[in-house]
Nanobody, 119 residues
Framework: QVQLVESGGGLVQAGGSLRLSCAAS????????MGWYRQATGKQRELVAA???????KYVDSVKGRFTISRDNTKKMMYLQMNSLKPEDTAVYYC?????????????WGQGTQVTVSS
């Protein structure tokens, strides 16, 4: 089992920055992919960014160049640095651990952290 706890969400003005953190506990996740998903009101949950155990990353087009995903395997932590935030980035952001090495089979979820970007 893996437990995930997100932090770092909040209210920020457009153009501002936030850094989300995800703390994992439980079994080793060294070889599992991890990712950040988000779900805006009335929309489906979408993958925002993901990272493999050895650091290969993937981003949705809408955040490329603005968001950076990283992980610290020694601390079982994952981060999402979000810069140049836009109102359309407003959503609940969820941390995820994949069943495999990439991002195709999301398995464990955190409780989510709200990000609100005002215009």
């Amino acid at each position: 089992q893996v437990q995930l706890v997100e932090s770092g969400g909040g209210l920020v003005q457009a153009g501002g920055s936030l850094r989300l953190s995800c703390a994992a506990s439980g079994r080793s996740i060294l070889f599992n992919g991890m990712g950040w998903y988000r779900q805006a009101t009335g929309k489906q949950r979408e993958l925002v960014a993901a990272i493999t155990g050895d650091g290969t990353t993937k981003y949705v087009d809408s955040v490329k160049g603005r968001f950076t995903i990283s992980r610290d395997n020694t601390k079982k932590m994952m981060y999402l640095q979000m810069n140049s935030l836009k109102p359309e980035d407003t959503a609940v952001y969820y941390c995820n651990v994949d069943r495999g090495s990439y991002w195709y089979s999301p398995q464990y979820w955190g409780q989510g952290t709200q990000v609100t970007v005002s215009s």
